[in-house]
């Protein structure tokens, strides 16, 4: 008994030392683990259709002309990320006002009957609607990203969210691996499908389920476990403005107050009254000053919204422009590998591509897992995200020169594409998890649906348009000859444009390494000016507060107020 007791402790200590290895520390493993799986999710449901979709072109009858199923394939392979860009945005503003965890389950449920709808596909339009309404209900991840953004903090982040890029390119060498096996089970596998089967008359039905069933598994966990963050619970979303809206309707009352005080102090102490007789020259004073202020007041509150933004923005796009680079990259080799070794490629199969993703994804997980990490804590995030792009605009550039040789030493290419893609998948993952921690650290807890939602949207929109250019640009290079307008154009491109990363990344701030600074609010997320200079210390602050929550009633009852405040300022 003594022996097995040593044992189960022995146990139990190596699980907690895994978990603290593995598992970021700090997070409720019961939401980790449903966001995560959404995640893999995404990249299952994105790239799944990626072996099959020229072969259900044909079989839905869109065209017998093989020379165009590559044009019917484009608007359904295009079709996820252009509604998903569409809805990421307007999905994270929902997420704001009936909170994260209602928005992350009606999308799981969603996808759900969208990945059915599209394996009982019987013709073109109705494949085209499915995928589309599955690139509308996918649009919740940067819901999750927020979800997860809200639980975390310096300890935990990196280390987080490093997990989004694992968990989605594990899910895309899954889906493109099980597209690849089930689909078309009564040809590939007749002894288990019969022809007149279900699968059989739906020939793309049996990946599409398999996919549903682990939606429907995410979906009953996230019910079960998943909870709403303090942060993002309804009626904790509009709390700040309501104080606000509290705290300026007891200025003005006060003022008002004050106000009726000094004109009654002011009638009797005066030796003559003339209430029929008013001063119109100081009324009109009074009411072209409080114009004066209240057009000051809402210029500052569109520049401090400008401000507010530019950087989050500006990382929406920077995410963008790395969605853009990796998913031309990732169109780029299979159909470069794929090509004849006299035109330039490596005259690889199917099924040797297939091995060399398997690779990439061992890469990525270790990467994720163990390597991560240490390199973003010792170097911090922005010198990882310039080192990544410094690493990977050469790899590119001598990608090409593998097919050199091709005709010579078989050997010799296996060993450079294997390294190739264990390097760029180490680099790959590690520049895009930084780029979305960007996103995160650059605004606080009230913002960062809509950042994420902005940032969802972006790159969802660049990873459709990067596959339709770089493709062509691959079979144009393959009809000319000489460096550099050959075979090795696309990958010069696709290194240009990695460097071009590395500079947009110059002048970011180094706030950016850590996440914001305050958890609900702070000086750059309101609207207020702090004018330190002077007497009037409080005066701008006040000011710009009642200049943004007022709203409509008469400009000479907010002049009062503001020169109480001024008074407040010079006796402070």
Same mark, same amino acid.
């Given at each position: 008994?003594?022996? &097995?007791?040593?044992? @189960?402790?022995?146990?139990?200590?190596?699980?907690?030392?895994?978990?603290?290895?593995?598992?970021?520390?700090?997070?409720?493993? %019961?939401?980790?683990?449903?966001?995560?799986?959404?995640?893999?999710?995404?990249? =299952?449901?994105?790239?799944?259709?990626?072996?099959?979709?020229?072969?259900?072109?044909?079989?839905?009858?869109?065209?017998?002309?093989?020379?165009?199923?590559?044009?019917?394939?484009?608007?359904?392979?295009?079709?996820?990320?252009?509604?998903?860009?569409?809805?990421?945005?307007?999905?994270?503003?929902?997420?704001?006002?009936? !909170? %994260?965890?209602?928005?992350?389950?009606?999308?799981?449920?969603?996808?759900?009957?969208?990945?059915?709808?599209?394996?009982?596909?019987?013709?073109?339009?109705?494949?085209?609607?499915?995928? #589309?309404?599955?690139?509308?209900?996918?649009?919740?991840?940067?819901? *999750?990203?927020?979800?997860? !953004?809200?639980?975390?903090?310096?300890?935990?982040?990196?280390?987080?969210?490093?997990?989004?890029?694992?968990?989605?390119?594990?899910?895309?060498?899954?889906?493109?691996?099980?597209?690849?096996?089930?689909?078309?089970?009564?040809? +590939?596998?007749?002894?288990?499908?019969?022809?007149?089967?279900?699968?059989?008359?739906?020939?793309?039905?049996?990946?599409?389920?398999? /996919?549903?069933?682990?939606?429907?598994?995410?979906?009953?966990?996230?019910?079960?476990?998943? $909870?709403?963050?303090?942060?993002? @619970?309804?009626?904790?979303?509009?709390?700040?403005?309501?104080?606000?809206?509290?705290?300026?309707?007891?200025?003005?009352?006060?003022?008002?107050?004050?106000?009726?005080?000094?004109?009654?102090?002011?009638?009797?102490?005066?030796?003559? &009254? #003339?209430?029929?007789?008013?001063?119109?020259?100081?009324?009109?004073?009074? $009411?072209?000053?409080?114009?004066?202020?209240?057009?000051?007041?809402?210029?500052?509150?569109?520049?401090?919204?400008?401000?507010?933004?530019?950087?989050?923005?500006?990382?929406?796009?920077?995410?963008?422009?790395?969605?853009?680079?990796?998913?031309?990259?990732?169109?780029?080799?299979?159909?470069?590998?794929?090509?004849?070794?006299?035109?330039?490629?490596?005259?690889?199969?199917?099924?040797?591509?297939?091995?060399?993703?398997?690779?990439?994804?061992?890469?990525?997980?270790?990467?994720?897992?163990?390597?991560?990490?240490? /390199? *973003?804590?010792?170097?911090?995030?922005?010198? $990882?995200?310039?080192?990544?792009?410094?690493?990977?605009?050469?790899?590119?550039?001598?990608?090409?020169?593998?097919?050199?040789?091709?005709?010579?030493?078989?050997?010799?290419?296996?060993?450079?594409?294997?390294?190739?893609?264990? =390097?760029?998948?180490?680099?790959?993952?590690?520049?895009?998890?930084?780029?979305? $921690?960007?996103? =995160?650290?650059?605004?606080?807890?009230?913002?960062?649906?809509?950042?994420?939602?902005?940032?969802?949207?972006?790159?969802?929109? +660049?990873?459709?348009? !990067?596959?339709?250019? /770089?493709?062509?640009?691959?079979?144009?290079?393959?009809?000319?000859?000489?460096?550099?307008?050959?075979?090795?154009?696309?990958?010069?491109?696709? *290194?240009?444009?990695?460097?071009?990363?590395?500079?947009?990344?110059?002048?970011?701030? +180094?706030?950016?390494?850590?996440?914001?600074?305050?958890? #609900?609010?702070?000086? &750059?997320?309101?609207?207020?000016?702090?004018?330190?200079?002077?007497?009037?210390?409080?005066?701008?602050?006040?000011?710009?507060?009642?200049?943004?929550?007022?709203?409509?009633?008469?400009?000479?009852?907010?002049?009062?107020?503001?020169?109480? =405040?001024? *008074?407040?300022?010079?006796?402070?």
């Amino acid at each position: 008994m003594g022996d &097995s007791g040593d044992v @189960r402790t022995a146990v139990r200590r190596v699980l907690r030392a895994l978990r603290g290895v593995i598992l970021p520390p700090g997070v409720p493993p %019961r939401k980790l683990f449903p966001i995560l799986l959404m995640l893999f999710i995404e990249g =299952v449901a994105a790239t799944s259709i990626m072996a099959y979709v020229p072969y259900m072109v044909l079989d839905l009858g869109v065209t017998s002309d093989p020379q165009k199923v590559g044009y019917y394939a484009g608007f359904i392979s295009s079709s996820f990320f252009i509604c998903q860009f569409a809805s990421s945005f307007f999905i994270g503003v929902l997420s704001d006002k009936i !909170g %994260r965890r209602p928005v992350l389950l009606s999308g799981t449920l969603g996808l759900f009957i969208s990945m059915l709808l599209f394996g009982f596909s019987w013709s073109y339009p109705v494949a085209l609607v499915a995928r #589309s309404i599955n690139g509308l209900m996918d649009g919740n991840m940067g819901v *999750a990203k927020t979800y997860l !953004g809200e639980v975390t903090d310096s300890t935990n982040r990196i280390q987080t969210f490093a997990f989004f890029g694992l968990m989605y390119g594990i899910g895309s060498i899954v889906g493109s691996t099980l597209g690849g096996l089930t689909a078309r089970p009564a040809i +590939t596998m007749p002894k288990v499908f019969s022809p007149k089967g279900l699968f059989g008359k739906f020939p793309y039905l049996l990946p599409n389920a398999i /996919i549903a069933v682990l939606v429907l598994v995410n979906f009953i966990l996230g019910y079960i476990f998943l $909870t709403e963050n303090q942060h993002s @619970r309804p009626e904790n979303l509009t709390k700040p403005m309501k104080q606000l809206q509290e705290e300026e309707r007891n200025l003005t009352s006060s003022a008002h107050d004050d106000d009726g005080l000094r004109t009654s102090e002011d009638a009797d102490s005066s030796p003559v &009254s #003339s209430p029929t007789e008013p001063d119109t020259s100081t009324a009109a004073s009074s $009411t072209s000053h409080t114009r004066h202020v209240l057009c000051s007041q809402y210029s500052s509150t569109l520049f401090q919204t400008i401000r507010k933004w530019a950087l989050p923005f500006y990382m929406c796009c920077l995410y963008a422009f790395n969605g853009f680079v990796q998913t031309s990259v990732d169109a780029l080799f299979p159909v470069w590998a794929a090509a004849d070794v006299n035109e330039g490629g490596l005259g690889f199969t199917s099924s040797q591509i297939g091995l060399v993703s398997a690779v990439g994804g061992v890469s990525m997980i270790l990467t994720q897992l163990f390597i991560y990490k240490r /390199i *973003a804590k010792r170097i911090k995030l922005l010198w $990882t995200n310039r080192l990544c792009c410094l690493v990977l605009a050469p790899l590119f550039v001598a990608v090409p020169f593998i097919s050199l040789l091709a005709p010579a030493c078989s050997g010799c290419v296996w060993a450079a594409v294997l390294s190739y893609v264990w =390097v760029y998948q180490l680099f790959r993952q590690c520049g895009m998890a930084v780029v979305i $921690t960007f996103i =995160v650290n650059a605004v606080c807890d009230e913002d960062m649906a809509k950042a994420n939602g902005i940032g969802q949207s972006a790159v969802a929109l +660049t990873r459709a348009v !990067g596959p339709s250019l /770089i493709t062509p640009m691959l079979a144009w290079s393959f009809h000319n000859t000489g460096m550099p307008f050959d075979y090795h154009f696309p990958f010069f491109f696709v *290194a240009a444009m990695q460097l071009l990363g590395a500079l947009l990344t110059i002048h970011l701030p +180094t706030t950016l390494n850590e996440p914001h600074k305050s958890k #609900s609010g702070c000086s &750059s997320c309101t609207t207020t000016t702090s004018n330190t200079s002077g007497d009037g210390a409080a005066t701008d602050e006040v000011a710009v507060q009642l200049g943004v929550m007022h709203t409509g009633r008469d400009e000479a009852a907010l002049l009062p107020a503001v020169d109480d =405040v001024e *008074a407040n300022g010079k006796q402070l």
